[in-house]
């Protein structure tokens, strides 16, 4: 039978003793915890050195892989030198492994958990290999190392920022006693919020040992998300009382009682017979799956509702809109010369959050939150101007929703018009943008479905509406497009309008190809046929100009427009 025992800096009102079984063979597994006292674990070291398989090292570490660079504490390393006979586990190797599979398993599992989300690291230094991992799914990150080392109300925000945070304090930090880089264990216990809230507000994501979350975080965290290391049934219940909506544990339970990652590491040594520096990656890998070890979720509060976060781009529809905020009120009445300057100038402005909307829930309990971002471009200014000028502050907008947790940006009015309806957006994007054409044309045509029912338009057995005549303006267009090959499956003979010939008869072709009983005539003008038609529907934005004369057509037709004519 295998002997560990783990020798911790943490409270000794914690210890356990027990003999298990791991992969077929015998364990016997003691924790001695020293109350914070240095000291006492060294000479806990010296006294079980030669006499068990592996000593494992609990709330002690002393290296840390930041970047290329390796930093060693000095007074940690001081404690694993006091070990001459039996090797020491501390956790290192495994922790990165099992941290960033715990990352990747768990987003692929709970459905994009971690994209695009706030993300909050109470120690970057501690756990800098799992964010690296969780920089492959987002890049909104805040940690709080500056808060926790030198109590300063300052958050880092990038891995960048994090990496040279530790080159700059790291060779100071461990010099100094490991209380004071690392306070574990001995006043961990104790809660001990750290001097700012925003941060924990802003987060979705809460990450660090379970210590830290215990003695830093504020007293309630609503419906955040905590991953941590282990935690038992008491830490379960007060996370449960601090509002915590789901638990993630990095740390395998491979016994009925809760282990540290140490304990996990020189179970792992014990069985393979290897000191832990030996172990190889390909060693742990196969451990892992043939122990089928998996991350745990655990949810507090009962089994959670699922929240969506999105965000739309809009714009102001004319330079009158403009003057209805109360900043540019006093203008409305001001020379057309003013108005005019003023409205070139917000062309330029950043996207700017206009609203936050809430409350938003689905019949089956499903929760939405977005964003509404404005732009302050008029559609006069983005039409007279390089699509790439539109583009520049889509893609300043698309960033900023990342940083809010958005998963989606829709884009609004102009915005899904100017170029190319977003592809551009899209590629420059890290997150999904849609130009929401597909939802359009499928509710236009519902609703223009629905008005000709009431109209007395009759429908035969095989969908088809013998006898009438639809026309589709701004048949070019990506929602036009869409309407006008539908519709042609149901109508005898439909009417294309569009400024452009030579896209008129490309869509005509495809038409006739796809539907070839329906007859189809293309005009740039829809007046042209507008006194023939019992369906018009118009997908375009004539930006000031008559769509349609009205007084052509007619009488009893049905008209659904899909767009706003300014």
Known sequence: MKKIVSVSLGKAEHDYEFTGNFLGKKFQVKRIGCDGNIDLVKKRIK???????????????AYFKIGSTVHIHQEAQSVIKQAKKT??????????????????????????????????????VAQYEMAQVMQEYTNNFSFCDPLIHFNTPYVLDSINALEYYAAASMPVLTRLPYSWFYPKGWDGDQWKPLLINKPFEKA???????????????????NKIVVTDSVDDAGIALL?????????????????????????????????DKKPQEITENDYLEIIDRAN????????QGAPKEKHKFAFVIHPLSRRYLFKHPYLKWMQDAPKQLQQLVETTMAYSPPFIYSHVTG????????????????????????SRDPEFTYKRLEEASRMAEK???????????????GDAGITVSKRSRIPITSGNSCTASATLWAANEACKKMGMKIDSKGHAAGYRAMVVGATGAIGAVCSRLL??????????????????????????DSPRTKVHITTSANTFADQMDLIVTTTSARGKKVIDMMKIKPGAVICDCARPL
Request: charged content about 20%.
């Open 204 to 222: 979705e994501i809460i990450i660090g040992d379970y210590t830290y979350i215990r003695h830093y975080t504020p007293s309630m965290l609503p």
């Open 87 to 124: 090797p020491i586990a501390d956790g290192r190797g495994l922790k990165s492994i099992l941290q960033g599979w715990t990352v990747r398993s768990i987003n692929q599992r709970l459905k994009d958990l971690f994209n695009y989300e706030n993300v909050l690291f109470l120690s970057g």
């Open 293 to 300: 070890i998996e991350p745990k979720v655990i949810y507090p």
């Open 360 to 383: 938003i829930k689905s019949p089956q309990g499903v929760e939405a939150e977005g964003w509404l971002i404005a732009l302050g471009a008029t559609p006069e200014e983005m039409m």
């Open 240 to 272: 449960k009382k601090r509002g915590v909506r789901t638990i993630i544990t990095t740390v395998p339970d491979l016994f009925k009682q809760r282990v540290d990652i140490n304990v996990v590491h020189a179970l792992f040594a014990a069985f393979l």
């Open 488 to 513: 042609a499956l149901i109508f005898p003979e439909i009417v294309l309008v569009a400024p452009r010939g030579d896209k008129l008869l490309e869509l005509k072709m495809s038409i006739e190809r």
């Open 404 to 418: 809010l947790g958005a998963k989606i940006m829709g884009l609004g009015a102009f915005t899904k018009i100017v």
């Open 47 to 61: 006294e079980y050195d030669g006499q068990v398989d592996v000593i494992g090292l609990g709330g002690i570490s």
